[in-house]
């Protein structure tokens, strides 16, 4: 980073900050990782879960294919390396929302291995001031249930729709030194996902969710001991969470006090973290090979079948818009979400100039989506009906105020934007003779600002220039004002 480090200002001097994240991230798939359950969201309790799911007696688990398939194209996504043998292990704990009284996890020989991600923390020049993150790994899990203990004054009730669910647990190296690093890590990671298909990151629906593990110390001493804050979902809260608890630790060891390696929760109504219990460590489990699955062993057919399905991803995607003459932060904003790019792709498809539609986008549209509180699938225009108000600017036909006034009524309608200006009659006009009358009307109304215009005060040029256009409703095009005005005035 060209930034200066981040650190947190104690009473003994300067903290830095190491931060580590986990994310778990819902495999997009309709059966669960190791049965034909559905996984829809927003289901009625228990209504989603096979014997496999409930662990009754004599049901084994098949690997689902394409949760596997998804898991791999991940971790291409993000240069990783992929390993042909992988194995799943039996996490063992026991709660009430486990029927099996283990999760299978993979700890030992996961599927995917070392990889990155690139941040930034600059829009405007994202590659001169980026920092790659190391990604240590991802593996395949099943999610366990869901505890519900809002039902009833004195019981709780458990929901096992999610139970078996496919989850990748995507484990950074501890590289993220800030707030502001761990949640443009979260938002990068959250882009690859959905532009991949893999997840659809819906953090509010528990799809995506972060444990975010956090340490202190003195410049050049070493790590401290971490805690970890469970089941964050959303970014905003991430890099809440590293900041208070950040200055919790911080106040301890200052205090007098020692660390201890916990399990931690985030109250986002206090903007704190609370202790949940102590954190355990891979032995408490006793992870041993799961007996009732095979290795996975992946041949070259199905990873060249994987990385052939890989789409266009956001930065590639951002360099090519840069290349086509798109400032950096415009191409940023463009390939944030998924949605965003592909309308914009489609625009340029429809023939859109990319600097002028870019600009558009951006500004215009995403300010009205913004206003009407739609997003861009949901927009009332769409691309094609873009590129044909951008072709009324570039040709002359509207002036860029006039097509302001288009757009509007295409936001309200639906219409087409050259039938609005054939029937509201908002075609610009570049009639010299038209607009040299109008001029000559302007100045002989304000005959003392022509003689103060002509007396040395140049920029009462755009005086002119807005009464003008007022006075045509807009639809004078501009260049020949300008022109006209210049002779008329000098």
């Known amino acids: 980073m060209t930034t200066s480090p981040y650190t947190i200002r104690g009473e003994t001097g300067d903290w830095e900050v190491v931060v580590g994240l986990e994310v778990h991230a819902q495999v997009t798939s309709n059966a669960k990782l190791f049965s034909g359950a559905a996984t829809a969201f927003g289901a009625e309790p228990n209504t989603q879960v096979s014997l496999i799911d409930a662990a009754m007696p004599g049901m084994l688990p098949v690997p689902n294919r394409e949760c596997i398939r998804q898991a791999v194209r991940t971790g291409m996504a993000i240069d990783a390396q992929i390993n042909r043998w992988s194995r799943f292990d039996r996490k063992n704990y026991f709660y009430a929302d486990l029927p099996q009284g283990y999760q299978i996890s993979q700890l030992y020989h996961p599927i995917v291995g070392e990889g990155h991600i690139d941040i930034s923390l600059d829009d405007k020049n ?28 004195t019981r709780s009730y458990v929901d096992l729709n999610r139970c078996g669910v496919a989850l990748m647990e995507i484990v950074s190296k501890p590289d993220l030194t800030s707030p502001a690093e761990a949640g443009a890590y979260l938002a990068k990671l959250r882009s690859i996902l959905r532009y991949v298909g893999s997840c659809d990151g819906n953090m509010d629906q528990g799809s995506m969710r972060a444990d975010v593990n956090v340490s202190v110390r003195k410049a050049g001493e070493p790590l401290g001991t971490r805690t970890e804050t469970k089941n964050v979902n959303s ?18 060891i200052e205090s007098g006090g020692k660390i201890v390696q916990e399990t931690r929760l985030y109250d986002p109504d206090r903007n704190e973290t609370r202790s949940m219990r102590s954190k355990e460590d891979a ?13 996975l062993e992946l041949d070259e057919a199905f990873l060249e079948e994987c990385r052939a399905s890989l789409p266009e991803l956001p930065d590639a995607k951002r360099r090519r818009y840069e290349a086509q003459g798109i400032t950096p932060y415009a191409a940023s904003v463009l390939t944030a979400e998924v949605e965003a790019a592909r309308w914009f792709d489609a625009l340029l498809e429809a023939g859109a100039a ?38 009324l600017v570039a040709d002359g036909t509207l002036s860029n105020t006039l097509a302001k006034q288009v757009f509007e009524i295409m936001l309200e309608t639906g219409q087409g934007a050259a039938a609005i200006v054939e029937e509201k009659g908002l075609k610009q006009t570049s009639d010299t003779g038209e607009i040299e009358r109008v001029i000559a009307e302007v100045m002989a109304a304000n005959a003392e600002k022509v003689a103060e215009y002509r007396g040395g005060k140049d920029k009462l040029f755009g005086f002119f220039v807005g009464q003008t256009m007022k006075a045509m409703g807009g639809k004078a095009n501009p260049g020949v004002v300008n022109d006209v005005l210049k002779k008329a005035l000098s």
């Open 126 to 153: 994202p590659d001169a001031h980026g920092k790659r993150i190391g990604v240590e790994r991802i593996h395949v899990e099943q999610d366990a249930g869901k505890l519900m203990h809002d039902q009833h004054p």
């Open 235 to 252: 970014v905003r809260f991430v890099m809440a969470v590293v900041e208070q608890e950040a200055k919790r630790q911080i106040e301890v």
């Open 283 to 295: 032995h408490d489990y006793r992870y041993f090979p799961d007996p009732d699955l095979l290795p």
């Open 354 to 391: 990319p600097v002028a539609a870019a600009n558009w986008t951006t500004s215009e549209l995403f300010g009205a989506l913004n206003r009407t509180g739609k997003d861009i699938e949901t927009s009332p225009v769409s691309p094609a009906q873009a590129a044909e108000l951008l072709g």
